[in-house]
T-cell receptor, first 110, second 113 residues
Framework: QKEVEQNSGPLSVPEGAIASLNCTYS??????FFWYRQYSGKSPELIMS????GDKEDGRFTAQLNKASQYVSLLIRDSQPSDSATYLC??????????FGAGTRLFVKA | SQTIHQWPATLVQPVGSPLSLECTVE??????LYWYRQAAGRGLQLLFY??????ISSEVPQNLSASRPQDRQFILSSKKLLLSDSGFYLC????????????FGAGSRLTVL
C-alpha cells in the first residue's frame, strides 16, 4: 500500500511567523510532489510542485524535497490569517495515480 | 484556458436511491480524468481514473461505477446509495503532456440519509 503521511494538526502559528508542514511517503519510485491548499468546503488548489531534491521557492512558499529520506515539506513565511486552511501533500509515482495525505490543518492567529 | 465543471454542487439522497455526478472539462483534449472522494475531516481517496474514452480503472471495490462516454466527460454513478457513500466528491483532470498536476472541479457534496 503506497502511503503519504502527514501530521493532522492542528498547527497553530501567530501572524508573521513561519509555518512548517511536513510529509513522508512510502513509494521510493515517486517522481512528482505537490502541496495543495484546501479551504473549508472548497476543493483543493495547487500551491507548489517539486520534482527534484532541494528547495523550490515561490513567493512566501518554499517546498523542500529529500528523496533519500522520502520527505517533503512546505514552509510558509510571514504567515497570514488567510493562510488558515488544510494543506494536502500529494505524491505521484510513475503511472496515472496521485496519492494524497490526510492533510494538516493550519491556523494562523491574528 | 482550461476549465472543469462539476455538478450538482450539493445533493441529499435517501439510502437505496441512484446517483449520477457529472464532470466536463473544457479547453483541453485527451486529458486523464479522476474521481476522488473526501469523507468529513479526511484525505482524498482515489475512486476511479480514466486515460481515454471507455477506459476506466477502479481503485476500491464499492457500489460506485464510472463511465467516460466522451473525451472530456466523466460520470460517477451508483444504482443504490449507502450511508457510507456520503462525502465530498471531486473530479479532477491532468494534462498527460504537462507537469502531472491535478486540477480539481468545485466538488459535489453528497449526503445520504
Amino acid at each position: 500500500q503506497k502511503e503519504v503521511e502527514q501530521n493532522s494538526g492542528p498547527l497553530s502559528v501567530p501572524e508573521g511567523a513561519i509555518a512548517s508542514l511536513n510529509c513522508t511517503y512510502s513509494d521510493r519510485g515517486s517522481q512528482s510532489f505537490f502541496w495543495y491548499r484546501q479551504y473549508s468546503g472548497k476543493s483543493p488548489e495547487l500551491i507548489m510542485s517539486i520534482y527534484s531534491n532541494g528547495d523550490k521557492e515561490d513567493g512566501r512558499f518554499t517546498a523542500q524535497l529529500n528523496k533519500a529520506s522520502q520527505y517533503v515539506s512546505l514552509l510558509i513565511r510571514d504567515s497570514q490569517p488567510s493562510d488558515s486552511a488544510t494543506y494536502l501533500c500529494a505524491v505521484k509515482a510513475g503511472g496515472f495515480k496521485t496519492i494524497f495525505g490526510a492533510g494538516t490543518r493550519l491556523f494562523v492567529k491574528a | 484556458s482550461q476549465t472543469i465543471h462539476q455538478w450538482p454542487a450539493t445533493l441529499v439522497q435517501p439510502v437505496g436511491s441512484p446517483l449520477s455526478l457529472e464532470c466536463t472539462v473544457e479547453g483541453t483534449s485527451n486529458p486523464n480524468l479522476y474521481w476522488y472522494r473526501q469523507a468529513a475531516g479526511r484525505g482524498l481517496q482515489l475512486l476511479f481514473y480514466s486515460v481515454g474514452i471507455g477506459q476506466i480503472s477502479s481503485e476500491v471495490p464499492q457500489n460506485l461505477s464510472a463511465s467516460r462516454p466522451q473525451d472530456r466527460q466523466f460520470i460517477l454513478s451508483s444504482k443504490k446509495l449507502l450511508l457510507s457513500d456520503s462525502g465530498f466528491y471531486l473530479c479532477a483532470w491532468m494534462n498527460r503532456l504537462g507537469a502531472n498536476v491535478l486540477t480539481f472541479g468545485a466538488g459535489s457534496r453528497l449526503t445520504v440519509l
